[in-house]
């Protein structure tokens, strides 16, 4: 009886080079789609790698239905591409922002929008504040991509699986996908990993640590009357704890609002069930979690129907395609941040990017030991704890606003990518509508010098 051997030796031969750019960006998310639009926007020919067969990452795919943690109290912290996608969803009616009016805590507005998940979820205030935030439909997310990306000439290769990083001499030119038509070589000037994994910098030997943190089957259920639901929330508080205690400990864990509303009338999406001990790398868990989280849902839904006033008549519409994992590789780059750096929102005089109340050093984004290689998303360069809150779309895609531009800047002079004039590239983003950071807010901690 034969054994199967411990490895398998390949010839990869030789591979054709698909497509070649000034700008490559492998990832199609949020912060992918951000480069890649910065980037043609500034000149450049750009080519943005996708393995799925749409645009948007866990915001689409994921179904992470509310863009928020772009607030600074009152003052809307970031702006630029972000703002304009949620422009776009809102004229396509898949979009809801709170009028600027009701941006306040008032316990009649909390009733009217806390449903939506769009208040200030960091505040101490009660009721939290109402803020600017965006609740959103999937599919108004993807059509608002495919449009900025259309426009803006992009050559966009779906169905691209990303398979390992080309470098020669500690530079890096390009990459090889997986694809229905074979292997593929797609070639870039200066390249940018969007995975959200680091796929592309560990591949390429970049400096890495790795972490973990919950992992969510996101989902939406129909036929769902959120008026007697929250009806039933505000009119019979006790008899609501009790049941939202008991669908929250069937799902195994959740955040505070376990269901929130959708542009969708009768549809809303379900940020849950939270899931521990599974690693967003291993094939193995990631299988094993989307059992888990079905047969989670599946119990949640026998519960909401029977006990929920408002969910007698629920179904489940869809499971996200995509698993909501939160943190598997984070780049150990020219500046690591640290928990401290955010929660005490320390300004760096490099800052190119905002979240809440915190921001990203231009170093952050910049690996160590391979040249012409920027990422921009959730893995980029910081410890465990300091990506766990600081890791929300909207930051995310103002960091690949950043690296789009950056790379424009860069070949525009002639110089590599770490090498890009940060006070210039900060004027840029500022003209072009995005806030780089470079102006602390009130409640910053001011660096002395850059590290």
């Not at 969510?216 to 704890?241: K, S």
């Not at 760096?348 to 391979?370: E, I, K, N, Q």
């Amino acid at each position: 009886m034969s054994t199967t051997p411990d490895f398998i030796n390949e010839r990869e031969g030789r591979v054709p080079v698909a497509a070649r750019a000034d700008l490559l960006v492998v990832g199609g998310g949020p912060a992918g789609i951000s480069a890649a639009v910065a980037g043609a926007r500034n000149g450049l020919s750009v080519i943005l790698l996708e393995r799925y067969a749409y645009l948007g990452g866990l915001a689409s795919g994921g179904m992470v239905l509310v863009l928020d943690d772009m607030c600074n109290g009152p003052e809307i912290s970031v702006r630029g591409l972000c703002g304009e996608m949620i422009d776009r969803m809102e004229r396509l009616g898949l979009c809801v922002v709170p009028p600027e009016s009701e941006r306040l805590s008032d316990e009649t507005l909390w009733r009217k929008w806390s449903r939506w998940g769009v208040f200030d979820f960091h505040s101490h205030v009660k009721p939290q504040p109402i803020c600017y935030a965006a609740a959103f439909d999937p599919d108004g997310y993807k059509r608002a991509a495919n449009d900025m990306v259309r426009e803006a000439g992009i050559t966009l290769r779906l169905h691209s699986w990303f398979s390992r990083a080309i470098v020669e001499d500690g530079r890096i030119t390009g990459v090889i996908c997986d694809t229905k038509s074979g292997r593929q070589a797609v070639m870039g000037s200066i390249v940018v990993d969007a995975t959200g994994d680091l796929d592309v910098a560990a591949s390429a030997g970049a400096p890495f640590s790795e972490g973990s943190f919950i992992v969510t089957t996101v989902f939406r259920l129909g036929g769902v009357d959120t008026e007697a639901a929250e009806r039933f929330e505000y009119e019979e508080p006790e008899a609501f704890a009790a049941l939202d205690r008991e669908a929250k400990k069937i799902m195994g864990g959740s955040w505070d609002k376990w269901w929130l509303k959708t542009p969708l009338p009768g549809i809303v999406w379900c940020n849950c069930p939270h899931m521990a001990g599974f690693d967003g790398l291993k094939v193995e868990d990631l299988t094993r979690a989307d059992f888990v989280g079905r047969d989670r849902i599946a119990a949640l839904l026998t519960f909401a129907r029977e006990k929920m006033p408002g969910f007698e008549n629920a179904f489940v519409i869809d499971v996200a395609p995509q698993i909501g994992v939160r943190q598997t590789r984070l780049l150990e780059g020219v500046y690591v941040m640290t928990k401290e750096d955010v929660t005490q929102r320390r300004h760096f005089p490099d800052t190119v990017a905002r979240g809440r109340d915190y921001y990203y050093p231009y170093r952050s984004l910049l690996p160590r030991d391979v040249s012409q290689l920027i990422v921009a998303g959730r893995h980029y360069s910081a410890t465990s704890s300091a990506q766990r809150i600081s890791r929300e779309i909207p930051p995310c895609m103002a960091m690949g606003e950043a690296a789009g531009v950056a790379a424009a800047l860069a070949l525009d002079a002639g110089v590599t990518i770490d090498r890009v004039d940060v006070a210039a590239l900060q004027a840029r983003l500022r003209a072009q509508g995005a806030d780089p950071g470079d102006r602390p807010a009130q409640n910053a901690l001011v660096a002395v010098a850059a590290e």
